[in-house]
């Protein structure tokens, strides 16, 4: 027998689905006996040669004959592995689900503005905030801060390439200061640019590569604080010793270490941080975790506040 879902949610990194009938599956569409409406399954994107589907499925759907095809506009969505069956907080998680989609769209790589807007943004605890973007990269393309400017932030972006900054002066609406940020007089930066970095900066993102252990030690972290950092230590290029020193540095100025060994394309490359007592914590405890995929980090962090409400 064939269980029939239809897609409810669809993200980059994984599927929310409605099962909506039992029987055959027609080339499109969806027909069958109507079920249970709390009859929810996740599903995470895996590599194409992967299983499609596990047949370990959970919630006591039966094993041996559960067969999902996943339609939409009449095609079937591969690759995707299921992970979860959940029943009946789906349908709130769902709906959290979409309305995220539609609320905020991230321009970051693995999702570091998201991480910022659901801790600072839709909390409500920093509508306009700021920000400093060291390592800025592109100033549109896996940007870490330019969504979070087109709601109303301002900040400094710091680079040391000319060709960012060119394109920065025509695509962004915050300054930019080229230079090498292992090098700056950071304390001296701070008093020219005091209205650029307040005492109290909402988002630090930090990703000068090879040179981000030795930035973050000539920041002035014992007079200016963060609620949220973002630090990229590549521990699956340069190991252990840069991260550890990234750790010691940030754990001695009192941040929590919420996402240990982001995963980007299963490669730990970032961890992520809060200052606990600028944030609200028991929002950041959804996130708390380590070596996942920045996607997984979103859905269990909906899940679990899901579950928290019901």
């Not at 909402?202 to 920041?219: E, F, G, N």
């Not at 929002?283 to 899940?303: D, M, P």
Request: hydrophobic share 40%.
């Amino acid at each position: 027998m064939t269980r029939v879902f239809k897609v409810l949610f669809n993200s980059p990194g994984f599927l929310v689905l409605e099962q909506t009938g039992i029987g055959e599956v027609p080339s499109k569409g969806f027909r069958g006996k109507r079920v249970n409406r709390n009859n929810f399954v996740r599903l995470d994107r895996v590599d194409e040669t992967q299983d499609v589907l596990r047949k370990d499925v959970a919630a006591g759907m039966a094993r041996d004959n559960l067969r999902a095809r996943l339609f939409e506009h009449g095609h079937t969505l591969l690759p995707f592995r299921l992970v979860q069956v959940s029943a009946p907080v789906g349908v709130q998680a769902a709906r959290s689900f979409r309305y995220l989609a539609a609320e905020f769209k991230s321009c970051s790589q693995a999702g570091q503005d998201r991480f910022v807007y659901e801790l600072l943004i839709r909390t409500k605890l920093q509508t306009a905030g700021t920000f400093l973007d060291i390592g800025s990269g592109h100033p549109s393309r896996n940007n870490n801060t330019i969504a979070l400017e087109r709601l109303g932030w301002s900040g400094l972006l710091v680079d040391m390439s000319e060709r960012v900054g060119q394109m920065a002066h025509n695509l962004r609406k915050n300054p930019f200061l080229c230079a090498d940020a292992s090098k700056m007089n950071w304390e001296e930066q701070r008093k020219l640019c005091s209205h650029l970095i307040p005492p109290i900066v909402d988002y630090l993102s930090l990703d000068v590569d090879a040179d981000t252990l030795v930035t973050l030690r000539t920041l002035p972290l014992p007079r200016v604080r963060f609620r949220v950092i973002t630090i990229e230590h590549d521990a699956y290029r340069h190991g252990d010793g840069p991260r550890a020193a990234m750790r010691e540095i940030l754990t001695t100025h009192d941040y929590d270490l919420v996402c240990k060994d982001v995963r980007f394309n299963g490669r730990p490359f970032e961890d992520w941080w809060v200052d606990p007592a600028l944030v609200n914590i028991d929002v950041a405890n959804r996130y708390r975790g380590e070596q996942r995929e920045w996607e997984q980090i979103f859905s269990e962090a909906e899940l679990r506040a899901t579950h928290a409400r019901a």
